[in-house]
């Protein structure tokens, strides 16, 4: 008896080990492993395209080519019609901002006549320097008429070295973190089209060398289990597929959805809005709340009323209703058969690793290992933790 519970207490500890050492090891080969992993889903969403081109009578090297151009281009119109709606956002910010500072500072002194805490403490706890820089501005100047007369003050203009201004606003203090914020912009955009290329050079390559991939996986296995690892990977793949395509129709339907009712109740930049809610349906059950709560901020900032904002109300109940009892049973039905509790971890973890690709990958890749678990005697266990349970009668 001593010694079973010993047993168990080590093979716990290894697990744990063992899942710790794999989350360690996700976050440290971030870089790599996350353009893989995403081009490795892409790789399986276009898949039944390729195959088709190839039917077609095309060689796999051009079929592979035209599905990863075909996806490319895709992203590049997503990304360009987003980025005119950014821009559209970015020109209307400076008038935005300009009626959200007479509110933030009301709101400020509310805090303080209620709490006591003052408006540079409550800048100071949230780092916000909104008030400062709009109210206080025109104090800041106002002080050197103060200081004294004005024959100090031309005394003190007339001491000073010429080209010292000029000096202090080309290599003053805040110089370097405007350089230093552009340099870390420049690299990180640098990155992320490394990163970006790379996905679509691998997808290509997945898509050209798929046949050697799943015919390495089948000579490790023994000669009487190739039968089911061939089937389990077909399984696995096209489990992929339908739940990636499900998922991106159900975004756009999303969209549409959103951004109509935005539009009705008079929210400017609806579009952007809706399809951000949209890309936050991703994270189960919290998504859509977070894309209400931003929707409504942003009208309330562009100055809504409270019509605009019981319109926005309306079409997130309604957008949502619609979703659970229509789109989702048949879009994407229940193609995955996960438990929602392990669906939110693995989202919620997947999201702290590896951020907004972890968002979008950590659904797909679960519903993979949940197929494997199923088809491996030894990982039975793990695949009943990870479904639903059946449902009796």
């Not at 095309?58 to 360009?80: D, P, Y």
């Not at 500072?105 to 709490?115: A, F, G, K, S, V």
């Amino acid at each position: 008896m001593k010694k079973t519970t010993r047993d168990l207490i080590l093979y716990s500890t290894l697990i744990i080990v063992g899942i710790c050492a794999v989350i360690w090891g996700l976050v440290v080969a971030q870089g790599y492993l996350v353009p893989l992993t995403v081009a490795a889903l892409l790789a399986m969403l276009v898949l039944p395209l390729c195959n088709w081109l190839e039917r077609k009578g095309l060689n796999r090297a051009l079929a592979s080519l035209l599905s990863t151009l075909a996806i490319l281009l895709f992203c590049v119109a997503l990304v360009g019609g987003l980025g005119l709606q950014v821009r559209s956002f970015a020109s209307d910010w400076p008038e935005m901002k300009a009626q959200m500072i007479p509110k933030v500072e009301q709101l400020q002194n509310e805090i303080e006549n209620r709490t006591g805490l003052t408006v540079q403490e409550q800048n100071q706890k949230i780092g916000l320097d909104l008030v400062n820089n709009g109210s206080n501005g025109a104090k800041e100047e106002d002080e050197p008429v103060e200081r004294g007369s004005g024959e100090e003050v031309e005394a003190e203009s007339a001491n000073a070295t010429p080209g010292t201004e000029d000096q202090e606003q080309e290599n003053g203090p805040s110089a370097q973190p405007m350089v230093k914020a552009a340099g870390s912009f420049i690299m990180g955009f640098m990155s992320f089209m490394v990163a970006f290329l790379l996905v679509f050079i691998y997808i290509f390559f997945f898509l050209l060398y798929r046949h050697k991939f799943s015919n390495t996986i089948l000579k490790i296995v023994p000669d009487e289990e190739r039968s089911e690892t061939r089937r389990l990977i077909s399984t696995a793949a096209a489990i992929s597929q339908k739940y990636l395509v499900g998922r991106l129709v159900l975004m756009v339907c999303l969209t549409v959805l959103y951004a109509t009712g935005l539009l009705i109740s008079g929210v400017e930049h609806a579009i952007i809005i809706a399809a951000l809610a949209a890309v936050l349906s991703l994270l189960p059950f919290v998504g859509n709340f977070i894309g209400f709560f931003i929707a409504l901020g942003m009208a309330l900032l562009g100055g809504a009323d409270g019509m605009m904002a019981l319109g926005i109300l309306i079409t997130f109940v309604v957008t949502q209703f619609v979703e659970t009892y229509v789109l989702q049973p048949y879009i994407l039905g229940d193609k995955l058969n996960l438990s929602p509790i392990m669906v939110i971890m693995v989202v919620v973890l997947g999201e702290s690793i590896w951020g907004l690709a972890g968002l979008a990958v950590a659904i797909p890749l679960l519903g993979i290992v949940k197929v494997i678990c199923d088809h491996v005697p030894v990982l039975e266990p793990i695949g009943y933790l990870l479904g639903q349970d059946k449902k009796k009668g």
